[in-house]
Protein backbone atom coordinates (compact mmCIF):
# COMPACT_ATOMS: atom_id res chain seq x y z
CA UNK A 1 0.00 0.00 0.00
CA UNK A 2 2.91 2.87 0.88
CA UNK A 3 4.42 1.76 -2.51
CA UNK A 4 1.00 2.34 -4.11
CA UNK A 5 0.68 5.50 -2.02
CA UNK A 6 3.98 6.51 -3.53
CA UNK A 7 2.97 6.11 -7.35
CA UNK A 8 0.31 8.15 -6.83
CA UNK A 9 2.02 11.11 -5.29
CA UNK A 10 5.22 11.13 -7.12
CA UNK A 11 3.05 11.01 -10.70
CA UNK A 12 0.73 13.38 -9.54
CA UNK A 13 4.12 15.55 -8.49
CA UNK A 14 6.15 15.38 -11.44
CA UNK A 15 2.45 15.96 -13.83
CA UNK A 16 2.32 18.70 -12.01
CA UNK A 17 5.90 20.29 -12.20
CA UNK A 18 6.14 19.58 -15.45
CA UNK A 19 3.27 21.59 -16.90
CA UNK A 20 4.66 24.39 -14.28
CA UNK A 21 7.68 23.87 -15.77
CA UNK A 22 6.48 24.33 -19.57
CA UNK A 23 5.71 28.05 -19.02
CA UNK A 24 9.18 28.52 -19.28
CA UNK A 25 8.91 27.58 -22.91
CA UNK A 26 6.45 30.15 -23.55
CA UNK A 27 9.13 33.24 -22.11
CA UNK A 28 11.66 31.71 -23.91
CA UNK A 29 10.02 32.30 -27.09
CA UNK A 30 9.08 35.60 -26.56
CA UNK A 31 12.50 36.80 -25.66
CA UNK A 32 13.94 35.01 -28.63
CA UNK A 33 11.30 36.15 -30.76
CA UNK A 34 10.28 32.93 -31.56
CA UNK A 35 6.84 32.95 -29.86
CA UNK A 36 5.23 30.11 -32.30
CA UNK A 37 7.88 27.33 -31.38
CA UNK A 38 7.78 28.58 -27.70
CA UNK A 39 4.11 28.10 -27.48
CA UNK A 40 4.10 24.78 -29.72
CA UNK A 41 6.83 23.22 -27.37
CA UNK A 42 4.99 24.21 -24.33
CA UNK A 43 1.70 22.62 -25.85
CA UNK A 44 3.91 19.08 -26.27
CA UNK A 45 5.22 18.77 -22.84
CA UNK A 46 2.14 19.73 -21.43
CA UNK A 47 0.70 16.64 -23.41
CA UNK A 48 3.35 14.51 -22.81
CA UNK A 49 2.94 15.15 -18.89
CA UNK A 50 -0.23 13.59 -19.44
CA UNK A 51 1.35 10.14 -19.47
CA UNK A 52 1.55 10.34 -16.05
CA UNK A 53 -1.99 10.03 -15.31
CA UNK A 54 -1.26 6.35 -16.78
CA UNK A 55 0.14 5.06 -13.69
CA UNK A 56 -1.67 7.99 -11.75
CA UNK A 57 -5.57 6.92 -12.46
CA UNK A 58 -5.00 3.16 -12.16
CA UNK A 59 -3.05 2.94 -8.95
CA UNK A 60 -5.15 5.72 -7.12
CA UNK A 61 -8.40 3.71 -8.24
CA UNK A 62 -7.12 0.66 -7.15
CA UNK A 63 -6.22 1.98 -3.33
CA UNK A 64 -10.08 3.17 -3.56
CA UNK A 65 -11.13 -0.35 -4.20
CA UNK A 66 -9.04 -1.70 -1.87
CA UNK A 67 -10.76 0.01 0.93
CA UNK A 68 -8.07 2.84 1.84
CA UNK A 69 -9.51 4.68 5.20
CA UNK A 70 -10.24 7.55 4.71
CA UNK A 71 -7.64 9.54 6.98
CA UNK A 72 -5.13 7.52 4.99
CA UNK A 73 -6.45 8.90 1.99
CA UNK A 74 -6.30 12.14 3.22
CA UNK A 75 -2.66 12.38 4.15
CA UNK A 76 -1.98 10.83 0.52
CA UNK A 77 -3.66 14.12 -0.41
CA UNK A 78 -1.53 16.42 1.88
CA UNK A 79 1.60 14.71 1.01
CA UNK A 80 1.21 15.27 -3.13
CA UNK A 81 -0.19 18.76 -2.63
CA UNK A 82 2.78 19.74 -0.38
CA UNK A 83 5.15 18.44 -2.26
CA UNK A 84 3.89 20.26 -5.48
CA UNK A 85 3.37 23.36 -3.62
CA UNK A 86 7.09 23.84 -2.72
CA UNK A 87 8.39 22.75 -6.40
CA UNK A 88 5.79 25.04 -7.80
CA UNK A 89 7.67 27.80 -5.81
CA UNK A 90 11.22 26.49 -7.32
CA UNK A 91 9.96 26.98 -10.59
CA UNK A 92 8.34 30.54 -10.28
CA UNK A 93 11.70 31.67 -8.69
CA UNK A 94 13.88 29.66 -11.45
CA UNK A 95 11.77 30.81 -14.39
CA UNK A 96 14.55 33.04 -15.77
CA UNK A 97 16.93 29.25 -15.68
CA UNK A 98 14.38 27.53 -17.00
CA UNK A 99 13.66 29.91 -19.89
CA UNK A 100 17.40 29.71 -20.39
CA UNK A 101 17.44 25.65 -20.74
CA UNK A 102 14.47 26.40 -23.66
CA UNK A 103 16.89 28.90 -25.49
CA UNK A 104 19.12 26.19 -25.97
CA UNK A 105 16.45 23.58 -26.77
CA UNK A 106 15.39 26.00 -29.45
CA UNK A 107 19.01 26.08 -30.68
CA UNK A 108 19.33 22.58 -30.75
CA UNK A 109 15.60 21.96 -32.76
CA UNK A 110 16.23 22.18 -36.45
CA UNK A 111 15.34 20.66 -39.22
CA UNK A 112 16.81 17.27 -38.81
CA UNK A 113 15.54 16.88 -35.46
CA UNK A 114 12.82 16.21 -33.27
CA UNK A 115 11.52 17.98 -30.35
CA UNK A 116 12.05 14.75 -27.81
CA UNK A 117 15.44 14.94 -29.35
CA UNK A 118 16.56 18.63 -28.88
CA UNK A 119 15.56 18.02 -25.30
CA UNK A 120 17.59 15.51 -24.71
CA UNK A 121 20.59 17.17 -26.50
CA UNK A 122 19.69 20.56 -24.31
CA UNK A 123 20.08 17.95 -21.23
CA UNK A 124 23.18 16.87 -22.40
CA UNK A 125 25.10 19.93 -23.36
CA UNK A 126 23.28 23.54 -21.93
CA UNK A 127 25.92 25.58 -23.53
CA UNK A 128 25.47 27.99 -26.03
CA UNK A 129 27.93 29.64 -27.87
CA UNK A 130 25.79 32.94 -27.73
CA UNK A 131 24.83 34.96 -24.59
CA UNK A 132 21.48 34.31 -23.49
CA UNK A 133 18.49 36.42 -23.63
CA UNK A 134 16.91 36.97 -19.89
CA UNK A 135 13.77 37.99 -18.45
CA UNK A 136 13.53 39.68 -14.91
CA UNK A 137 12.93 37.96 -11.60
CA UNK A 138 9.81 37.29 -9.64
CA UNK A 139 9.06 40.17 -7.20
CA UNK A 140 5.74 41.43 -5.86
CA UNK A 141 5.54 44.18 -8.25
CA UNK A 142 5.06 41.53 -11.07
CA UNK A 143 1.98 41.13 -9.51
CA UNK A 144 -1.53 41.41 -11.04
CA UNK A 145 -3.90 40.56 -8.07
CA UNK A 146 -6.72 40.06 -10.09
CA UNK A 147 -5.30 37.77 -12.25
CA UNK A 148 -3.54 35.84 -9.39
CA UNK A 149 -7.09 35.76 -8.44
CA UNK A 150 -8.88 33.86 -11.78
CA UNK A 151 -5.68 31.87 -11.96
CA UNK A 152 -6.64 30.56 -8.15
CA UNK A 153 -9.63 29.89 -9.01
CA UNK A 154 -9.10 28.34 -11.87
CA UNK A 155 -6.88 25.88 -10.49
CA UNK A 156 -8.41 25.00 -7.60
CA UNK A 157 -10.90 22.99 -9.83
CA UNK A 158 -8.22 21.96 -12.44
CA UNK A 159 -5.84 20.42 -9.55
CA UNK A 160 -8.54 18.68 -7.42
CA UNK A 161 -10.90 17.05 -9.64
CA UNK A 162 -9.29 13.12 -9.03
CA UNK A 163 -8.83 13.42 -5.54
CA UNK A 164 -12.41 15.13 -4.40
CA UNK A 165 -14.27 12.34 -7.15
CA UNK A 166 -12.13 9.30 -5.54
CA UNK A 167 -12.51 10.99 -1.95
CA UNK A 168 -16.35 10.83 -2.56
CA UNK A 169 -16.17 7.68 -3.76
CA UNK A 170 -14.69 6.46 -0.67
CA UNK A 171 -17.32 7.92 1.47
CA UNK A 172 -19.95 6.37 -0.65
CA UNK A 173 -18.74 2.85 -1.72
CA UNK A 174 -22.03 2.08 -2.99
CA UNK A 175 -22.24 4.97 -5.80
CA UNK A 176 -18.39 4.92 -6.36
CA UNK A 177 -18.56 4.29 -9.88
CA UNK A 178 -20.82 7.49 -10.45
CA UNK A 179 -19.00 9.33 -8.27
CA UNK A 180 -15.31 9.05 -9.70
CA UNK A 181 -17.14 10.08 -12.80
CA UNK A 182 -17.13 13.71 -11.04
CA UNK A 183 -13.45 14.64 -12.12
CA UNK A 184 -14.72 15.49 -15.76
CA UNK A 185 -17.34 18.12 -13.76
CA UNK A 186 -14.00 19.66 -11.56
CA UNK A 187 -11.84 19.99 -14.45
CA UNK A 188 -14.39 21.61 -16.44
CA UNK A 189 -14.82 24.76 -14.75
CA UNK A 190 -11.13 25.43 -14.46
CA UNK A 191 -10.80 24.46 -18.26
CA UNK A 192 -13.22 27.06 -19.22
CA UNK A 193 -11.61 29.65 -17.17
CA UNK A 194 -8.19 28.60 -18.84
CA UNK A 195 -9.03 28.17 -22.13
CA UNK A 196 -11.72 31.45 -22.47
CA UNK A 197 -9.41 33.97 -20.18
CA UNK A 198 -6.16 32.84 -19.19
CA UNK A 199 -4.62 31.17 -21.84
CA UNK A 200 -6.31 34.15 -24.44
CA UNK A 201 -5.01 36.62 -22.35
CA UNK A 202 -1.62 35.28 -21.94
CA UNK A 203 -1.37 34.71 -25.64
CA UNK A 204 -2.16 38.59 -26.61
CA UNK A 205 0.44 40.32 -24.12
CA UNK A 206 3.03 37.49 -25.48
CA UNK A 207 2.31 39.18 -29.10
CA UNK A 208 2.15 42.61 -27.94
CA UNK A 209 6.20 43.47 -28.70
CA UNK A 210 5.38 46.96 -27.83
CA UNK A 211 5.15 46.07 -24.26
CA UNK A 212 7.87 44.34 -22.35
CA UNK A 213 6.40 44.05 -18.91
CA UNK A 214 2.34 43.29 -18.70
CA UNK A 215 3.40 39.84 -20.52
CA UNK A 216 5.77 38.67 -17.87
CA UNK A 217 3.84 40.21 -14.80
CA UNK A 218 0.63 37.78 -16.78
CA UNK A 219 3.09 34.91 -16.64
CA UNK A 220 4.36 35.23 -12.67
CA UNK A 221 0.50 36.03 -12.07
CA UNK A 222 -0.90 32.90 -13.61
CA UNK A 223 2.10 30.46 -11.48
CA UNK A 224 1.47 32.54 -8.11
CA UNK A 225 -2.32 31.78 -8.57
CA UNK A 226 -1.86 28.14 -9.72
CA UNK A 227 1.15 27.65 -6.41
CA UNK A 228 -1.42 29.31 -3.81
CA UNK A 229 -4.40 27.13 -5.24
CA UNK A 230 -1.81 24.16 -3.88
CA UNK A 231 -1.56 25.86 -0.53
CA UNK A 232 -5.55 26.61 -0.18
CA UNK A 233 -5.79 22.73 -0.52
CA UNK A 234 -2.90 22.07 1.58
CA UNK A 235 -4.94 24.00 4.09
CA UNK A 236 -8.50 22.57 3.79
CA UNK A 237 -7.43 19.20 3.78
CA UNK A 238 -5.57 20.10 6.97
CA UNK A 239 -7.98 21.17 8.74
CA UNK A 240 -10.77 18.95 7.38
CA UNK A 241 -8.47 15.63 8.54
CA UNK A 242 -7.97 17.69 12.11
CA UNK A 243 -12.03 17.97 12.41
CA UNK A 244 -12.09 14.43 11.69
CA UNK A 245 -10.04 12.89 13.90
CA UNK A 246 -11.04 14.98 17.37
CA UNK A 247 -14.69 15.05 16.11
Not at 146 to 165: E, R
Amino acid sequence: MIFLCLIVIFSFVLMHVIEMISFGSRVAGRVTRRVALGTTLQQTIYTTSRFLLIPFLPTLGYLVESGIMINDYLILVISAFILTFFMSIFVIVGLNKLQHFFQVVFNKYTNKTTIPTAILRALIDNKLSFDFKSCNSFSKEKIIFKKVIVSFIAYLFLITGFFVAFMLAIMYPENRLTLSQFTATFHGFGAIIVAFYLDPMLSRSIDNRTDDVVWLNNVYSILLGRSLSYLAIILLVSVFLLLKMFF
